[in-house]
């Protein structure tokens, strides 16, 4: 195989040194095949059929590499690139624990696993949290609802927005984008990591632990609603937003217990689903902060 130092300004004598020491210390294996059985399984996981299947997702970059880390995530492989400086490389390889598989592979090859462009050259494959719906709720529980988001980019940021703001859970109905796809998780930036989140969630099992633990379902829109100011959003809810051009759900039009709209003195005809869906949330912590 063939080592590269492609302007990392380090000498090749000493790259190969520290891969030798990576080799040595953390069991680094050296992988040139794309017939390879781990190569091959972080290929079929760019398929959501397979990441539900195998209950696996693949992130791309050293943040988001730390940020699973940080929270705990299982982390199952870590490729890199033969190309990626060894700094970076040697800072995360010590974080790791040694269950975690290490393999080195060609910049081609790496490319040919990668979802972005321009990646960092270090991916890994990290299992699901097992998350069950009744187990999410706590008292004062805050929840988000994705209703049939399609948008990654909205979905991302609502994740995001629900853990910055301290929410307790997202659940995304069936329908949703699948929230472990690469543009949904770069859209989080890595909250996907800090916060309960539920995919494909029948309403009608939400309206069931609504009613077993007495938690309220505050579905937006924008008609017969009251404005989010005059609505109590001090806990025990979910907000439940829609999809981006119809809105929520038949279900939650008929069984919410309350409908909830953000006041648009501007005269716009609506928000972004993201954007509602943070001011919602922000007007959750406002009202928690001033005690109503």
């Not at 520290?18 to 992988?31: A, D, H, P, T």
């Not at 696996?56 to 199952?76: C, M, Q, W």
């Amino acid at each position: 195989m063939i080592l590269l130092s492609r302007n990392l300004g380090i000498p090749k004598h000493c790259r190969k040194a520290c891969i030798k020491k990576q080799v040595e210390r953390f069991g680094m294996q050296f992988i040139t095949s794309r017939q390879n059985k781990a190569v091959k399984e972080v290929i079929l996981l760019k398929d959501k059929k397979y990441r539900r299947k195998l209950r696996k997702f693949v992130t791309e970059g050293y943040r988001f590499l730390h940020e699973a880390v940080n929270s705990g995530a299982v982390i199952e492989h870590v490729f890199f690139s033969s190309d990626t400086a060894m700094e970076d490389r040697n800072e995360l390889v010590e974080r790791l624990g040694p269950e975690v598989r290490l393999y080195e592979i060609p910049h081609e090859l790496f490319m040919q696993m990668a979802e972005t462009d321009t990646p960092q050259g270090v991916l890994a494959v990290v299992r699901m949290p097992e998350t069950e719906l009744k187990t999410i709720f706590k008292e004062g529980f805050r929840g988000l609802v994705l209703d049939s988001i399609q948008d990654p980019g909205n979905a991302g940021t609502m994740i995001r927005t629900a853990h910055a703001l301290g929410f307790d859970a997202v659940v995304a109905t069936e329908g949703t984008v699948d929230l472990y796809n690469g543009k949904v998780l770069r859209s989080t930036m890595g909250s996907i990591f800090y916060i309960p989140v539920l995919e494909n969630v029948k309403p009608e099992d939400i309206f069931a632990l609504s009613r077993e633990k007495s938690i309220r379902v505050i579905s937006s829109r924008l008609e017969n609603a009251r404005p989010c100011q005059g609505v109590d959003l001090t806990g025990n809810f979910f907000i439940v937003v829609g999809n981006e051009g119809n809105g929520i759900s038949e279900i939650f039009h008929e069984k919410s217990d309350e409908f909830v709209k953000i006041p648009m003195p501007g005269g716009a005809e609506s928000l972004n689903a993201a954007v509602a869906a943070s001011i919602l949330m922000y007007e959750s912590n406002r009202q928690q902060a001033a005690g109503l």
